[in-house]
């Protein structure tokens, strides 16, 4: 059972950056397509940027230029870096495996991130 450790958010001010990192156990997480998801309050979780295991990357519009997917698969560790940071991309942040429409694994506890203007 792969169990997925989001870490790393915080309160930084509009401009600032954080690095986020999606720790899992299990040997599968490297071979599978992973995704960083955020869910405002009141608002439904919505993809942010994913990345194969070869490390071809996509991201939403709202992010692109601002953040950057990567990831370690020796160290079954997936990264998003967040630059220039607005006070909406505030959220929560978790990873995922996308599986169609459903997912891989459990979700984990997530990593809060709060952008204050």
């Known amino acids: 059972q792969v169990q997925l450790v989001e870490s790393g958010g915080g309160l930084v001010q509009a401009g600032g950056s954080l690095r986020l990192s999606c720790a899992a156990s299990?040997?599968?997480?490297?071979?599978?397509?992973i995704g960083w998801y955020r869910q405002a309050p009141g608002k439904q979780r919505e993809l942010v940027a994913t990345i194969t295991s070869s490390g071809s990357t996509n991201y939403v519009d709202s992010v692109k230029g601002r953040f950057t997917i990567s990831r370690d698969n020796a160290k079954n560790t997936v990264y998003l870096q967040m630059n220039s940071l607005k006070p909406e991309d505030t959220a929560v942040y978790y990873c995922?495996?996308?599986?169609?429409?459903?997912?891989?694994?459990?979700w984990g506890q997530g990593t809060q991130v709060t952008v204050s203007s």
């Open positions: 995922n495996a996308p599986r169609g429409g459903n997912y891989y694994y459990g």
């Open positions: 299990g040997s599968s997480f490297s071979f599978r397509t």
